[in-house]
Nanobody, 120 residues
């Protein structure tokens, strides 16, 4: 599976961004898709994950601000990010995997990452 992420950039605190990720290759609507992020000097963390049936889970720091959704017909997953703060600055990675194991930050196929920078 190949993943191509887009939508990162620079935004002021309080602003919004939408990330998108297109999957190609051996994809399946049963695959779990999600977003993870890694800030400088920190470990990779789960941001939001969605199952093929639409079940979702969010990291505690983004719950209520971020929304993940997918389009199975287009093999895409998107992340709407609102009320962004400097603490959200990170490289965001798109991910897909066979199994529901969202806390695992290693497993699956990964996109190239897209940088989100939030200025204060």
């Amino acid at each position: 599976v190949q993943l191509q992420a887009s939508g990162g950039g620079l935004v002021q605190a309080g602003g919004s961004l939408r990330l998108s990720c297109a999957a190609s290759g051996s994809t399946s609507t049963n695959y779990v898709m999600g977003w993870y992020r890694q800030a400088p000097g920190k470990q990779r963390d789960m941001v939001a994950v969605i199952s093929g049936r639409g079940a979702t889970i969010y990291g505690a720091s983004v719950k209520g601000r971020f929304t993940i959704f997918r389009d199975n017909a287009e093999n895409t997953v998107s992340l709407q990010m609102n009320s962004l703060g400097p603490e959200d600055t990170a490289v965001y990675y798109c991910n897909t995997r066979y199994v529901w194991d969202p806390r695992n930050v290693v497993y699956g196929s990964w996109g190239q990452g897209t940088l989100v920078t939030v200025s204060s």
